[in-house]
């Protein structure tokens, strides 16, 4: 099993900014890769960024430029810069682990933080 837990969200005015955090325990060995999806009210989940075990990254068209995902595998923590912020933003944002269990992709997934950005 994999633990994520979320946290540095918050509201914030427009043009502002905010870094989420993702921290990671349990059993961490060989994650794949790990990302950022978000989820507005009446909306579909979705990517934001990603960025796999050898470095590569990909991120929603809507954040490229603004956003930046980074970590830190000596605290196994997972970061989201988020710069320039939109009300569009406006989402809860969820912490993605993917690893291969028993030759079976899983996915793990945080409990959420919401970020509130205002007009």
């Given at each position: 099993?994999?633990?994520?837990?979320?946290?540095?969200?918050?509201?914030?005015?427009?043009?502002?900014?905010?870094?989420?955090?993702?921290?990671?325990?349990?059993?961490?060995?060989?994650?794949?890769?790990?990302?950022?999806?978000?989820?507005?009210?009446?909306?579909?989940?979705?990517?934001?960024?990603?960025?796999?075990?050898d470095?590569?990254?990909?991120?929603?068209?809507?954040?490229?430029?603004?956003?930046?995902?980074?970590?830190?595998n000596?605290?196994?923590?997972?970061?989201?810069?988020?710069?320039?912020l939109?009300?569009?933003?406006?989402?809860?944002?969820?912490?993605?682990?993917?690893?291969?269990?028993?030759?079976?992709?899983?996915?793990?997934?945080?409990?959420?933080?919401?970020?509130?950005?205002?007009?």
């Amino acid at each position: 099993q994999v633990q994520l837990v979320e946290s540095g969200g918050g509201l914030v005015q427009a043009g502002g900014s905010l870094r989420l955090s993702c921290a990671a325990s349990g059993n961490i060995f060989r994650i794949n890769a790990m990302g950022w999806y978000r989820q507005a009210p009446g909306k579909q989940r979705e990517l934001v960024t990603r960025i796999t075990s050898d470095g590569s990254t990909n991120s929603a068209d809507s954040v490229k430029g603004r956003f930046t995902i980074s970590r830190d595998n000596a605290k196994n923590t997972l970061y989201l810069q988020m710069n320039s912020l939109k009300p569009e933003d406006t989402a809860v944002y969820y912490c993605n682990a993917e690893k291969k269990v028993t030759g079976i992709w899983v996915d793990y997934w945080g409990q959420g933080t919401q970020v509130t950005v205002s007009s």
